[in-house]
């Protein structure tokens, strides 16, 4: 007939690992790419800022436009950080990763520390696995303001 509870258990239990150990895959692989774009960020080396990201991203960002829409619009926006703040291992460091990742679909936030400590920043990052690899489609940054 069927397997004993305990049988059904075990099987349990051993998909659940197999899916833990397939979800921290996947999160892996997000902190690597995250880990790969913030030491391109610092290095000022656009190409591989731009890898990664799916033609149609969205962006809203702390300095005007409200929304960059698309590739070309995401690397003009890029253009203005680099004129801003200067090369180096503090450019640009995504502190307190979170990183939450499904089958297709996850998405990473934290908070982000611009030219060693000056400015702080949120930062959340939507991303779509598009054949067989993560994609980053969506990016939000934004910063605290003191209101009263």
Not at 74 to 89: C, K
Not at 108 to 136: M, P, Q
Request: net charge neutral.
């Amino acid at each position: 007939m069927g397997q004993s509870a305990p049988g059904r258990f075990r099987h349990h239990r051993s998909q659940q690992r197999r899916g833990l150990m397939t979800r921290e895959r996947r999160e892996q692989e997000i902190r690597a790419l995250i880990d790969d774009w913030t030491d391109a960020i610092c290095n000022g080396d656009i190409k591989r800022v731009l890898e990664n990201r799916t033609d149609d991203i969205v962006l809203y960002d702390v300095p005007e436009p409200l929304q960059s829409t698309g590739i070309k619009a995401y690397e003009a926006t890029w253009s203005l950080f680099f004129d801003h703040n200067p090369a180096g291992p503090n450019r640009f460091c995504f502190r307190d990763i979170q990183i939450v990742a499904g089958e297709d679909v996850a998405y990473a936030f934290g908070r982000l520390v611009i030219g060693g400590g000056d400015a702080h920043c949120r930062l959340t990052l939507g991303l779509r696995r598009v054949n067989g690899e993560w994609k980053v489609t969506h990016e939000h940054h934004s910063m605290p303001i003191k209101l009263g």
